[in-house]
């Protein structure tokens, strides 16, 4: 599977239950870069995206552990390092700020390679950062 987060400049993710910030161009960059594959999620993280995406969106809520090789799944309420095991690549999406945070994306990048790189103006965003790794 491929993990995909958004992260603030401290790796968090969330604050008193609720995404630290979301942005439309966003959401509609993940649905691009699945490119016609199912991007999986929890029912939480459905709620942001409109219903014209549905037929794009899987939603699961037992956890990641099973999401087919080469499918994409949006992490945004639980530390996505413990489904780091069954990823081949992990997608941040950088906000480029500093936000309150209570959960944060905890996982460990020393067994990653940055591959790509990418800089992108969101709608509420002057700028995301999107990092692309993949295994060593």
């Given at each position: 599977?491929?993990?995909?987060?958004?992260?603030?400049?401290?790796?968090?993710?969330?604050?008193?239950?609720?995404?630290?910030?979301?942005?439309?161009?966003?959401?509609?960059?993940?649905?691009?870069?699945?490119?016609?594959?199912?991007?999986?999620?929890?029912?939480?993280?459905?709620?942001?995206?409109?219903?014209?995406?549905?037929?794009?969106?899987?939603?699961?809520?037992?956890?990641?552990?099973?999401?087919?090789?080469?499918?994409?799944?949006?992490?945004?309420?639980?530390d996505?390092?413990?489904?780091?095991?069954?990823a081949?690549?992990?997608?941040?999406?950088?906000?480029?700020?500093?936000?309150?945070?209570?959960?944060?994306?905890?996982?460990?990048?020393?067994?990653?390679?940055?591959?790509?790189?990418?800089?992108?103006e969101?709608?509420?965003?002057?700028?995301?950062?999107?990092?692309?790794?993949?295994?060593?």
């Amino acid at each position: 599977m491929i993990i995909m987060v958004c992260v603030d400049d401290h790796n968090g993710m969330m604050f008193n239950k609720r995404r630290q910030s979301q942005d439309r161009v966003l959401r509609q960059h993940m649905l691009e870069l699945t490119n016609g594959k199912k991007l999986w999620m929890n029912t939480y993280s459905r709620g942001q995206f409109s219903e014209e995406a549905a037929s794009s969106i899987q939603v699961t809520e037992d956890g990641f552990q099973n999401i087919p090789s080469g499918e994409y799944c949006l992490i945004e309420d639980q530390d996505p390092a413990q489904y780091a095991e069954n990823a081949e690549e992990l997608i941040l999406f950088r906000w480029n700020r500093s936000y309150p945070a209570d959960l944060y994306c905890t996982l460990d990048l020393s067994a990653w390679k940055l591959a790509q790189t990418e800089e992108f103006e969101g709608y509420s965003h002057e700028k995301i950062t999107q990092e692309r790794y993949v295994r060593y």
